[in-house]
């Protein structure tokens, strides 16, 4: 093969959203961002998800269908006078049809920085999409963040890419070179989620390949450009690395920290941050709960400075997080309180709030502050469902101390 010095994942970049991968939700036939470009109006919108799920790729898509002109911005290296610069080509012949700009990694500028691109959203000189792989909602100023619409990117997964890595692999080679099944399986399982580095890697195995005047990227092949995925950790159906979180769960669960670890060590070989992440966080309410509520607190302070150290040594706090939960006391009281509550939501009950309880007036309501011990007894549920339990005690300790103290103050059994 020719040597080419663009990388390959900016000249197989999608044209349209047909030809995206993944992110059905937002670009598939009934997704919001497709009907947004085919209305001709486009909103200023964040964009957050992980690396390499294609957000630079749609805000192109956007400009482009909406026939607008796209300035591409970084926040790590631009400055307000570059924002400042786009504004003015949008008073030009350049930006006689709008101008969209597209500011990648948004979480760098600071708060005036973004409370300058204010202006130039509301007189209407600039279209802003925006794109982070953090939360918005914590790295994004408020009065930005409500003149935006917000859309979640999510992981590919890699039954999505399976198909996406023969196909850029038949277009790198001419059709020249071939992949196992075995091959594209691993590689769309070790990329966790990321396009831009499933690309990377079969465009690597298909040099080294052609190197030696080979016609075909195996399993061994593929296992070369992934040094830290372990063998074994992935399959083509992706069924062990979603059965390895739901024992990671299940251990975390049954009390066991030796299997909890064990189970987070296979995730973490296998080369993925994300699912752990979001898994623990996920027991951290649901099983741990009210029975120790500073678990869910202890948990994002890990996970978050896993996210922000990387592999190797995200591997730290992510097993203090998992040795924390397994250890710590079980409830799972308000996992079943919120859906027991879900249920009579969706049944279309509880649809009338108490007339005391509903503003402005607040009439017949009882502020609770103005009495003893703070509590006065008074209804707030709806009629329908006001003899409705939600809410069971834990048999923990938190739990039942919190029992406790209501029962004295409340003089009745709960």
Not at 77 to 105: C, F, K, P, W
Not at 167 to 173: A, E, G, I
Not at 185 to 212: L, P
Request: glycine fraction near 8%; aromatic fraction near 8%.
């Amino acid at each position: 093969m020719v040597r080419e010095t663009s990388p390959l994942a900016n000249k197989i970049r999608p044209e349209t959203f047909d030809d995206m991968v993944g992110q059905s939700h937002l670009v598939g036939e009934r997704g919001v961002l497709r009907r947004l470009a085919m209305s001709g109006r486009l909103p200023s919108m964040i964009f957050f998800g992980p690396p390499g799920t294609g957000k630079t790729t749609a805000a192109r898509i956007l400009a482009k269908t909406s026939g607008m002109e796209m300035r591409h911005l970084n926040a790590t290296t631009s400055s307000l006078s570059d924002v400042r610069a786009v504004a003015a080509d949008a008073d030009g012949i350049m930006g006689q049809n709008g101008i969209v700009l597209y500011l990648d990694e948004i979480q760098y500028f600071n708060k005036k920085q973004q409370q300058s691109l204010l202006e130039y959203i509301e007189d209407g000189r600039i279209t802003l999409i925006a794109s982070t792989t953090e939360n918005p909602y914590f790295y994004v100023y408020d009065a930005l963040l409500s003149r935006c619409a917000v859309f979640e990117f999510k992981s590919v997964s890699a039954k999505e890419l399976s198909p996406f890595i023969a196909k850029t692999l038949d277009k790198l080679s001419d059709g020249k070179i071939a992949a196992t099944d075995e091959a594209v399986s691993y590689i769309a399982e070790a990329s966790t989620g990321d396009v831009r580095r499933a690309v990377t890697m079969i465009e690597n195995a298909a040099s080294y390949v052609s190197a030696g005047e080979g016609d075909t990227v195996d399993l061994e092949v593929a296992k070369m450009f992934v040094p830290g995925v372990m063998a074994g950790a992935f399959d083509a159906d992706g069924d062990v690395h979603y059965d390895l979180l739901s024992a990671l769960q299940k251990s975390i669960r049954g009390s066991d920290p030796d299997a909890a670890v064990f189970y987070l060590a296979k995730l973490l070989e296998g080369g993925d941050i994300i699912s752990p992440c979001r898994r623990l966080m996920v027991i951290a309410s649901e099983d741990i709960g009210a029975a120790y509520p500073m678990a869910a607190v202890v948990t994002r302070s890990c996970v978050e400075c896993a996210r922000e150290l990387g592999l190797p040594e995200a591997a730290i706090p992510l097993a203090n997080a998992t040795v924390m939960l397994a250890t710590a006391p079980k409830s799972n009281s308000a996992n079943n309180a919120i859906k027991a509550a879900q249920e009579d939501i969706r049944a279309g009950r509880g649809g009338s709030i108490p007339t005391h309880l509903r503003s402005p007036l607040f009439k017949g309501y009882k502020y609770p502050h103005d009495f003893e011990n703070h509590y006065v007894e008074q209804q707030y549920l709806p009629d329908d469902v006001k003899d409705r339990k939600y809410y069971e005690w834990g048999d923990n300790k938190t739990e039942s101390a919190a029992k406790a103290y209501w029962e004295n103050i409340k003089k009745k059994k709960l």
